[in-house]
C-alpha cells in the first residue's frame, strides 16, 4: 500500500532532549516536506527537500534540522526541542513539485515539558 | 504577502444537505490550488487539484470551483454523509524564483449530524 508513515505517532519529552521523529514514504516520491499545525495557524511549512541532498528551509525553520541521505526517508531533527515545538507535526512527500498532489504522514503528536 | 482564508471558519448540517465553503486568495505567482479532507486525527488527503485554466474539477460529491480573476474558490458537497464530518484545507501553491511554497489556509471545520 502506498503510505507515508511517520514514527512516533505521540511523543512527551523535556526541553532540551535530542529527539527524531522519522519519516518514510513507499512511492519513489522525489519532494519531501515537514510540517507543524497549531490551533488556529494551519499547517505550516518547516522544511523540505527536492530530492536526495537536496534540502530548504520553509517559514519556520528554526529549532529544527532534517536530513535526505536516501529517497524515502526524510527525518526531523529537534536538537534541543522547547515548549514552543509543542505542536502536531505531518510528513508529506509528492511525485514532484508541479501538480501532483501531497500524500501526508498520519502525524506526529509532541509535547515539550 | 501570500495568504489564503477560507470561510466560515466551522460549520454544521444535517445529513443529507449540500454545502458550500469558500476559499479566498492572495498568492502570487499563482501555480495551483488544492482541496483537503482532513479527518480528526489523521493526514489531510488530496480531494482536487486545479491549475490556473481549471474553472472546475469533481471528485464523486465534491466539486470545487476556481475563479483566477477574483482568486476565489468554492468547494461544493452534495447530499452530506456522516463520513463528511472533517476539516478541510484549501491550499494554494506559488512558484517564485527557485523555490515553491505551499500556503494553506486555516481550514473549515464541518460536522454533518443525522
Known amino acids: 500500500e502506498a503510505q507515508v508513515t511517520q514514527n512516533p505517532r505521540y511523543l512527551i519529552t523535556v526541553t532540551g532532549k535530542k529527539l527524531t521523529v522519522t519519516c518514510s514514504q513507499n512511492m519513489n516520491h522525489e519532494y519531501m516536506s515537514w510540517y507543524r499545525q497549531d490551533p488556529g495557524l494551519g499547517l505550516r511549512q518547516i522544511y523540505y527537500?527536492?530530492?536526495?541532498?537536496?534540502?530548504d528551509k520553509g517559514d519556520v525553520p528554526e529549532g529544527y534540522k532534517v536530513s535526505r541521505k536516501e529517497k524515502r526517508n526524510f527525518p526531523l531533527i529537534l536538537e534541543s526541542p522547547s515548549p514552543n515545538q509543542t505542536s502536531l507535526y505531518f510528513c508529506a512527500s509528492s511525485l514532484d513539485r508541479g501538480d501532483s498532489p501531497l500524500h501526508f504522514g498520519n502525524g506526529t503528536r509532541l509535547t515539550v515539558t | 504577502k501570500n495568504q489564503v482564508e477560507q470561510s466560515p471558519q466551522s460549520l454544521i448540517i444535517l445529513e443529507g444537505k449540500n454545502c458550500t465553503l469558500q476559499?479566498?486568495?492572495?498568492?502570487?505567482?499563482?501555480?495551483?490550488l488544492r482541496w483537503y479532507k482532513q479527518d480528526t486525527g489523521r493526514g489531510p488527503v488530496s480531494l482536487t487539484i486545479?491549475?490556473?485554466?481549471?474553472n472546475t474539477k469533481s471528485n464523486g460529491r465534491y466539486t470545487a470551483t476556481l475563479d483566477a480573476d477574483t482568486k476565489q474558490s468554492s468547494l461544493h458537497i452534495t447530499a452530506s454523509q456522516l463520513s463528511d464530518s472533517a476539516s478541510y484545507i484549501c491550499?494554494?501553491?506559488?512558484?517564485?524564483?527557485?523555490?515553491?511554497?505551499?500556503?494553506f489556509g486555516t481550514g473549515t471545520r464541518l460536522k454533518v449530524l443525522a
Open positions: 527537500s527536492m530530492n536526495v541532498e537536496v534540502t
Open positions: 486545479m491549475t490556473f485554466s481549471e
Open positions: 476559499c479566498n486568495y492572495t498568492v502570487s505567482p499563482f501555480s495551483n
Open positions: 491550499v494554494v501553491s506559488a512558484v517564485g524564483s527557485g523555490t515553491y511554497k505551499y500556503i
